[in-house]
Structures are given as C-alpha cells and as structure tokens.
C-alpha cells in the first residue's frame, strides 16, 4: 500500500458503504501490502477507494445463516503470509502500532497464537475513556488457528458479519499495548440504525435454549460473558444498561457525549427485551 517494508501479515476488512471510513482506516496501516477488502455489494466509492490505496477487493455474497463474512473471508482468502489483522472500516490504528506488530510476527520463537487488542469509541466527536472502555477484541491472530465463534445459526436480521462473536485461537493469547480508535458512531442516527439491527441479535440469542460455554481466553471478556447472562434474567435491564454504563463504567466522566451513550445503551437494552418476548409469543424469528 506504500513504500514502507512490508510487514509479513495479512489485513483483513470486511466493510459495505464505507467510503466516509475505508481510506482513513487503510492509511492507518499503510505498512501492510497484503490487504483484503471483503465487500457487500457496496453502491458508493468504497471500492474505488480500497483499489486505490491498492487493496485486494473481494465480494461476498450473503446466502442467510453461518458462515459470515469475516469467517467466510478467513477460510476462503489466499493469504499471503501466517498473521491476520482484522479491522472495521470504522476502526484505525494509531503509527506506533506497527512496531509492536512487527515485533510479533516476525518472531519465529512468537508463542502466542493471537492477539488482543484495547478499543476506544469516539462519540459525538469526542474521544470515550470510560464508557465502553476498555473494550477488549482478539484481531491479531495466525489465521489457520483462529475462527470466530458461532454463538447461533439462526436467522437474526442482523447484517452479514459477525456482531458480538469474538475469534476463538488454538493456542495461548497476549494483549497489544496499542489502542484502536472505533468511529462507529458518527452520528446518533447510526447508533440507532446499527442497534437497532443488533437488538435482533440480541432477542433472539436470548431465547435460545442453552448457553454454549466461552472458550475465549481473555478473563474480562469471559467474565462480561457470564455478566451478560445473569444480566438477561434481571427485571429493569433497561434502566440497569444505563446506571451500568454510567455509573460502573464511570461514563459521567465523559460529560455529555457518556451521557448519551449510556441512555442509548438503555435503549438498545428495551428493544433487545421487548423483541425477545415478541419472537418468543409468536414464535418467529426476525425478517
């Protein structure tokens, strides 16, 4: 994507109608050459963008169910090399990252299979640094040990890429000391459109009838895991969502922008039960 050495991993980026996003989160790991694109049929310049920073675009066509696009993309791609980095188009790596990932992969005596790495939101224009943070994902793993975990095979119309699965790995973990920047929410209509689509994920894998165990190997993330399914048989989990957000995560300390997110996470926790008892009474799944 530069004249910058190549480092010996792969990039992947699943993404649709990303062109505000796409070029700003390729520049910030220009240092990788062998960069995927998977695409869904996008209808702005996302694609002309991603080719022209020299991206590899691949089109995935959605047949409804398992597998995804990011683990369809992980068992389908020719990667180049053993290391996979996975990236929203809304997420950016800040310059120091490729040093730490270099270290990394060009270790041959490496004994971690993958790696976590912090998440930090930015809302309303503002860095969060307590709402939603830390906000752990294993993104920097070798792609033939990792996969992401397959929480349901049922129809949740929520989009046709993994929403809260997290990669599971063959092997031990370690954690990146660099922290990625996630501008998912550049406005308050895409948090709702976005939750919205994920409040069907969420009531429907609440009305599941088991719970399969966690196999991820970061301990917070397991322990916001068994959190989440005490949480779901709690009366008042919208107003809880909030005071949690709020409160727990200490958001009040980020003024405003804390403010709002928590209310909306309260939100997204009403529709995630409202939705749930409706699929439930009628006994459908979500079109």
Not at 155 to 184: C, F, N, P
Request: with cysteine; glycine share 6%.
């Amino acid at each position: 994507m530069n004249k910058k050495p190549s480092l010996p991993v792969s990039l992947l980026v699943p993404c649709k109608n990303e062109e505000a996003n796409i070029e700003q989160c390729l520049r910030s790991v220009d240092w990788i050459e062998d960069a995927y694109v998977v695409d869904s049929q996008s209808s702005d310049r996302t694609v002309e963008i991603a080719e022209g920073l020299g991206a590899q675009v691949i089109q995935f066509e959605y047949q409804g169910g398992w597998p995804k696009k990011k683990n369809w993309a992980l068992e389908n791609l020719p990667f180049e090399h053993e290391w996979v980095l996975i990236l929203d188009a809304d997420e950016r790596l800040p310059p120091e990252a490729e040093d730490e990932v270099r270290k990394i992969v060009e270790n041959p005596d490496e004994p971690n299979a993958g790696y976590w790495i912090n998440r930090r939101y930015f809302f309303m224009g503002k860095p969060l640094r307590h709402a939603y943070f830390p906000n752990w994902n294993l993104r920097l793993f070798k792609h033939k040990l990792g996969r992401y975990e397959k929480i349901t095979q049922s129809e949740t119309a929520s989009g046709d890429h993994e929403i809260h699965e997290h990669v599971e790995v063959s092997g031990t973990t370690g954690k990146l000391k660099t922290i990625m920047d996630h501008h998912a929410f550049p406005t308050i209509e895409s948090f709702v459109e976005k939750h919205n689509r994920y409040s069907n994920w969420e009531a429907v894998v609440e009305n599941l009838s088991r719970d399969e165990p966690s196999h991820l190997q970061h301990k917070g993330v397991r322990g916001k895991r068994l959190l989440r399914r005490i949480f779901r048989r709690l009366p008042f989990r919208p107003a809880l969502r909030f005071l949690y957000v709020y409160l727990w995560q200490k958001g009040f300390l980020d003024g405003w922008p804390g403010y709002v997110f928590a209310r909306l996470h309260g939100q997204y926790e009403f529709l995630s039960v409202v939705k749930a008892r409706e699929y439930s009474r009628l006994g459908k799944k979500p079109r």
